[in-house]
């Protein structure tokens, strides 16, 4: 969730807004009653598999010694959890907690035709050891079907996919958005921006698989399709967006986007990052930040490093202030850092046609640099 927050940074002027959940299950191991192949490998490395499903690759010197090892389908495996589905059977593969002083690498066949909307991108190898499922590091290939990762010791593996990254419908974001960049001199620079995207699957921080409908327009402005962005656009470097104002999206019907009225009411105060002010020092041992202006919604406040790709994320009532305890800031090194105050309105589309966790949103975007001391 972190890299996808700062791609959402990187990316101040898509204005898209992240969010996703995670669940982890904790079942005991179950049982392997296939062991299938048995294959003795030893220091030269070697490969076990069954057919093209599953293959283990043991690279030489990660192993100490000679090892029979054992590979089968897990007929009676711990379950997915949450809302993870599995793309391929469970192996087993053992002798279980067995050790390589070299990674092997572990390539499994992936079958998603029991999922709708897949973006295969999205497909993960788990492991299990008896405390739960763990997501490896995985990589993808969409013409092999076959999905791929590094593993240092051995257990239960699947293919699983998170269905909450599937859409049930189309997936919309439609956000209002105001930037403002403000360094102490002069009066602040803005960018007023509108944009509109539409996938066929549910990827909150970029597109997955953009959709177009027939055209998109809010109030009096007509939105343009950017290829770069997969969205459509509108745009001034002069701020054209009034606060507490009303603003209506209209969706005009095209390939599978049905057609959508909705609206969304811009924030009705412009805050402004009054503490700590642009170029300020401040102490990780904790600190306010204050901002004028006190309306309706919801603040959130980020302190990212670009280059170190950590940051700091907190959501707090538009009341005015906010204090940092030395615990949020404790995974942050001393350095530049961009400080990010977001100010908004933000609903959930509910439309038929549409996945409901389609947003519509309205916010400020308010940043300052500040340098962070130990």
């Known amino acids: 969730m972190l890299r996808c927050r700062l791609s959402l940074l990187v990316g101040l002027l898509v204005l898209a807004l992240a969010f996703g959940c995670s669940s982890d299950d904790d079942s005991p191991t179950g049982g392997d009653d296939d062991q299938g192949t048995v294959v003795t490998i030893g220091t030269d490395g070697g490969t076990l598999a069954i057919g093209s499903d599953v293959t283990l690759e043991i690279p030489p010197q990660a192993l100490s010694g000679s090892v029979d090892f054992t590979i089968g389908q897990n007929s009676s495996p711990p379950a997915a959890g949450g809302t993870r589905g599995m793309a391929s059977p469970c192996y087993t593969i053992g002798p279980s907690g067995t050790q390589f002083a070299v990674p092997a690498a572990i390539t499994i066949s992936y079958d998603v035709s029991g999922f709708d909307n897949v973006d295969e991108e999205s497909l993960v190898i788990y492991t299990n050891s008896g405390s739960g499922w763990d997501a490896l590091v995985t990589e993808i290939d969409r013409g092999a079907n076959t999905a791929s990762a590094s593993v240092t010791h051995l257990s239960d593996f699947a293919v699983m996919l998170d269905t909450a990254s599937t859409a049930e419908g189309v ?204």
């Open 171 to 374: 997936y919309a974001r439609l956000i209002l958005g105001r930037m403002i960049s403000y360094t102490g001199e002069g009066n602040p620079y803005r960018l007023d921006i509108i944009t509109a995207s539409f996938d066929s699957g549910y990827g909150p921080c970029t597109v997955l698989h953009p959709l177009q409908p027939s055209g998109v327009t809010c109030n009096d402005f007509t939105l343009n399709w950017v290829d770069e962005m997969s969205s459509f656009t509108y745009s001034e470097h002069l701020g054209f967006l009034e606060l507490d104002s009303n603003y209506v999206f209209e969706v005009t019907a095209g390939g599978v986007v049905p057609s959508l009225t909705q609206a969304i009411t811009f924030p009705s105060v412009e805050p402004y990052l009054t503490s700590p002010t642009y170029g300020s020092v401040v102490s990780k041992s904790g600190f306010e930040t204050t901002w004028s202006g006190s309306g309706s919604g919801t603040v959130e406040i980020i302190m990212v490093d670009l280059a170190a790709d950590s940051a700091v994320w907190v959501s707090t009532v538009n009341d005015g202030s906010y204090s940092f305890t030395g615990d949020q800031l404790a995974s942050l090194t001393p350095g530049m850092y961009v400080m990010v105050l977001n100010h908004y309105n933000r609903e959930c589309i509910a439309a038929e046609g549409y996945d409901p966790r389609s947003i519509i949103a309205a916010r400020v975007m308010h940043t300052v640099m500040i340098t962070l001391a130990p």
